[in-house]
């Protein structure tokens, strides 16, 4: 028979001799595990291993025998488990020792069922069942002791009974005296079978899925060690099996054990909840659903079901266990929702575990109504609070999903790459919240980390129109998965719906609960300025685009994702300038900041406000030649759609170009809004002051001249100085500057060094160095850029050695720069960094270097003169045309042509030279010359 300690109560006597006491377990067909009441308020309840007088049963199957019952064990302590558990009986003591530790030897009683106020001997019973038999039996006793005991001796009677009973048993073959009393060959989990084995038999075989076990043993509240005894399972060879149960849902405080070294001490309330599961379910036989396993598949997971209820959810009632999430998430989504409950009612109560409990202190406000500004990644966005003016980047709250967990962007500088599902989550969030009106409900704080710092984070639940969770839509689309939370972390109250979410995607294996493999399809990075070029034309040829602002550089600048066309692309505003915001971090880090100007932020914010992540349409113009491509952008839809350009410029947060509207090619209505703003003196237009009434100019108009020229310097495909034949000043001045050579010599002398100022500056043309007018155009360290006014020529030189101050005679106010700058007429090329460009300005050189040529002079603009250039031989195609008909070149847009008539007071040789380039040009086109060999090309002149 199976022995156990017990807890002395009392210094002497354990039992009285007669009284009433609650069966609190059996160990074997003759012995009990009796309880009593604490003796003082709180403390523990007495208890004793009751065995029965002079009888004994068979031995419980147990390692010190095999796991192997002895013939009718089995059978007969579920005879009288299923009569005295939990009950009271009537004991009377035959023999104790003096200590605690003693076994208890005695009778136990109980009422008669037939109700007649007779009480039956178990000890008696269970030998008339079969069950067990007497110690001795008659024909060991001597006639001397039974002639010498009065037949009154209660001792007598019993062993008489006993003897009776016995003989009554064994001629009717009951119990131990059958032929073949039932063996029970116990199987332990992880040596003659795995748990998971179990779980999936009792799915299979056990009806409703629910296996008859005995709870034999209570480690702690919320493990248990069960014996199954379900004769469903003798098909599968589990019907005699024993486990540890882990309750589904719950963990209960661990109880401490002193055997092991060091010994462990028991967490506060495991006692009680020990206590709790002892009392309900000890030797009780029920039913248990298996869900599943521990992570090791050493424990089972499971539910047991009492007829009152859920013993789990009577702990959490009590403060006496916490919502266990790990072993939650192997149940029924909808069984959870009562646990968190009940645990939350002990919360608030200050049960149990929860006595010291407090609710999460929050640093800002529980509940956030506002809009949406940005989606940061798959499970974190910021939001302007109503009521709050967008005046700073503070004023906007950054909170995550609570209870979720997105998958992770990476870091294209340090080569990490983003988690299957990053960029489909992120998007997702995006289409569900940006633009819209939110309510968060904020649950709980973390400290992020954020580098060397940390950052304390609000975690909640953010609902938008007609969606109270957008966390449960990501999770239900399978793009994120719930947070693994420690049992003592806060988390958000709607968790076990989020749960729900996450087992339907993942039974639909719908994106990262997929077999398939991940596969991110490639975009097209156009804002390298190569590639913009190139593909530009089909851009522009696509006419209205669909779009997503990504990022916003400034007021007028973004980064833009065209999904019809699968690529990246720096898009600005046609026509506008916008005020420089202030630099980020990474640029001052870098050391190229650029200042910020006023208003600059305030348009930087208002774009981020009204297009930043939002769906635009795009309408693209042109390209610049660093590849941002320029065109229109809109935003909204129906009623609700704008002009963006027209926007800004009416609140004064941009300016259109003037150069565009110099020349006629700034559209109508933005000139018209941009003089209401000025009217209006709102943004940029309220800095400005006016002292005084502007002077109007008068227009003069240019007269065509033809020259005789020849070149002194070539800048560009179709920029470059030159000098008119016959024109004596060049020579006037070579001898002047011969002669200030011989006066000053060739050391340098202190000058004012300002951008701008006309300087003498030394210079080698081969012949030996001399002195020559030039104007500085940029400051070096210890060295300026200087362009030598009579040539056109550029260089750099030392401050100290190659420059000094230039007299006043010889100074450009009172002689004119000798050599002239000049662009060729209604063309434009590459710069010299594009081998088109490079191969434009190579051209010219070989027409032009070293002859004497013909230029027509049609006017001047921005300081340049236009000119057409001819030979002299041959006036019938214009070196303009040539450039052109070889692909080098392109024809100026439409507006240029209509800006440059109006300068002239006869215009009609610059048309018919207009229409021979476009000839030209469409000849070149077809042929595919020059730069047309790739395909058609969109325009590459404009500036930025």
């Not at 009433?20 to 604490?38: N, R």
């Not at 692309?569 to 046609?574: N, P």
């Not at 500057?737 to 081969?766: E, H, Q, R, S």
Request: charged share 25%; proline share 5%; aromatic share 6%.
């Amino acid at each position: 028979m199976p022995s156990a300690g017990i807890e002395q109560s009392q210094p002497c006597s354990i039992l009285p001799s007669v009284g009433f006491a609650t069966v609190k377990s059996v160990l074997s067909g003759d012995t009990v595990v009796l309880t009593g009441k604490p003796t003082t308020k709180g403390g523990k309840a007495p208890q004793v291993i009751f065995t029965f007088e002079r009888v004994t049963s068979p031995r419980m199957a147990s390692k010190g025998n095999g796991n192997i019952d002895e013939p009718g064990a089995f059978e007969a302590r579920e005879w009288l488990r299923s009569l005295v558990i939990g009950k009271q009986v009537a004991f009377e003591t035959r023999k104790q020792g003096a200590s605690a530790a003693d076994r208890v030897y005695g009778l136990l009683f109980i009422p008669s069922p037939i109700g007649d106020g007779t009480r039956i001997n178990l000890a008696v019973e269970a030998v008339r069942k079969g069950h067990a038999t007497p110690k001795v039996l008659l024909s060991n006793i001597t006639d001397d002791v039974e002639s010498e005991s009065p037949e009154s001796d209660p001792v007598v009677e019993y062993e008489r009974a006993l003897q009776t009973a016995h003989a009554n048993a064994a001629a009717e073959k009951i119990g131990v005296h059958g032929s073949r009393p039932l063996v029970r060959h116990l199987l332990s989990s992880g040596e003659q079978f795995q748990v998971l084995e179990l779980v999936e038999k009792s799915k299979k075989y056990c009806s409703g899925g629910r296996v008859k076990c005995i709870i034999e043993h209570i480690f702690d509240g919320s493990r248990l060690r069960m014996h199954s005894a379900d004769p469903q399972l003798a098909d599968a060879g589990l019907q005699y099996c024993s486990f540890t149960l882990l309750l589904g849902g719950i963990s209960c405080p661990r109880v401490g054990n002193p055997r092991i070294d060091p010994p462990t001490k028991p967490e506060p309330f495991s006692e009680d909840a020990k206590k709790f599961v002892e009392m309900r379910l000890l030797h009780r036989e029920l039913e248990v659903t298996l869900h599943g396993t521990d992570k090791g598949g050493i424990c089972g997971v499971g539910t047991v079901h009492h007829p009152r209820g859920n013993i789990g959810i009577e702990l959490l009632k009590n403060g006496l266990a916490r919502v266990s999430d790990w072993s939650a998430r192997l149940m029924d989504p909808l069984d959870i929702p009562a646990f968190r409950v009940a645990e939350n009612g002990a919360k608030r109560a200050n049960l149990g575990v929860w006595e010291s409990y407090a609710p999460p202190q929050l640093t800002g406000s529980s509940e956030i109504i506002g809009t949406v500004i940005e989606v940061l990644t798959g499970d974190t966005l910021t939001i302007l609070p109503n009521g709050e003016n967008y005046d700073s980047e503070s004023k906007l709250r950054k909170v995550s999903l609570a209870s979720v967990r997105s998958p992770r962007t990476g870091n294209e500088k340090i080569g990490k790459k983003d988690e299957p599902y990053a960029v489909e989550c992120k998007e997702r969030l995006r289409v569900l919240t940006v633009g819209k009106a939110c309510k968060v409900q904020i649950h709980y704080e973390r400290d992020i980390p954020m580098g060397q710092s940390t950052e304390k984070r609000q975690f909640g639940t953010i609902a938008v129109p007609k969606r109270p969770d957008v966390s449960e839509i990501l999770l239900q689309e399978g793009l994120a998965v719930t947070q693994r939370h420690r049992d003592d972390e806060e988390k958000s109250p709607r968790y076990d719906f989020l749960l729900a979410a996450e087992s339907a995607a993942t039974a639909a294996k719908k994106n990262i609960h997929s077999d398939a493999v991940y596969g991110k399809g490639a975009i097209n990075d156009l804002t390298d300025p190569k590639k913009a070029k190139s593909y530009s034309g089909s851009l522009i040829r696509a006419g209205t685009l669909k779009a997503i602002v990504e990022f916003v550089f400034n007021g007028s600048r973004f980064k833009v994702f065209v999904p019809s066309e699968n690529c990246h692309i720096v898009f600005a505003l046609e026509s506008l300038k916008c005020p420089q915001p202030s630099p980020s971090a990474s640029a001052m880090s870098r050391g190229n900041a650029k200042s910020a100007e006023p208003f600059g932020d305030i348009a930087k914010r208002h774009a981020r406000l009204n297009v930043h992540q939002r769906n635009v349409e795009i309408i693209c113009k042109s390209v610049t030649i660093s590849g941002i491509i320029t065109g229109q952008l809109f935003v909204g839809v129906g009623s609700q759609r704008k002009d963006f350009s027209l926007e800004m410029v009416g609140i004064g947060l941009a300016e259109v170009d003037p150069r565009k509207i110099e020349y006629g090619e700034a559209p109508r209505v933005l000139v018209e809004a941009q003089n209401r703003a000025t009217a209006n003196k709102v943004g940029i237009w309220s800095l400005v002051q006016t002292s005084a009434e502007p002077t109007t100019k008068t227009l003069v108009k240019s007269k065509e001249e033809v020259a005789t020229i020849q070149f002194s310097e070539i800048c560009g495909g179709n920029h470059f100085f030159f000098h008119v034949v016959g024109d004596e000043a060049l020579s006037v001045m070579d001898e002047s500057m011969k002669l200030f050579t011989k006066t000053n010599g060739l050391k340098g002398a202190p000058c004012d060094l300002k951008v701008g100022k006309i300087v003498a500056a030394l210079f080698d043309d081969g012949t030996g160095k001399s002195w020559y007018r030039a104007k500085i155009i940029e400051k070096q360290i210890g060295k300026v850029k200087v362009m030598f006014v009579d040539h056109g020529n550029v260089t750099v030189v030392p401050i100290s050695t190659h420059l000094r101050p230039l007299d006043t005679a010889l100074d450009t106010s009172r002689i004119p720069p000798i050599a002239k700058e000049a662009v060729l007429a209604l063309t434009r090329t590459r710069g010299l960094e594009d081998d088109e460009g490079l191969e434009a300005a190579r051209y010219l050189q070989r027409a032009a270097w070293g002859r004497q040529l013909t230029a027509k002079i049609f006017c001047e603009t921005e300081g340049k003169l236009v000119v057409a250039l001819f030979d002299p031989n041959d006036s019938s195609v214009s070196i303009n045309e040539q450039m052109i008909s070889e692909g080098l070149a392109l024809t100026s847009k439409q507006g240029q042509v209509g800006v440059l008539s109006a300068k002239m007071l006869n215009s009609n040789n610059l048309m018919k030279l207009a229409a021979d380039l476009n000839v030209a040009q469409e000849a070149a086109r077809k042929t595919r010359l020059g730069m047309w060999r790739y395909g058609d090309i969109g325009d590459d002149d404009d500036e930025e």
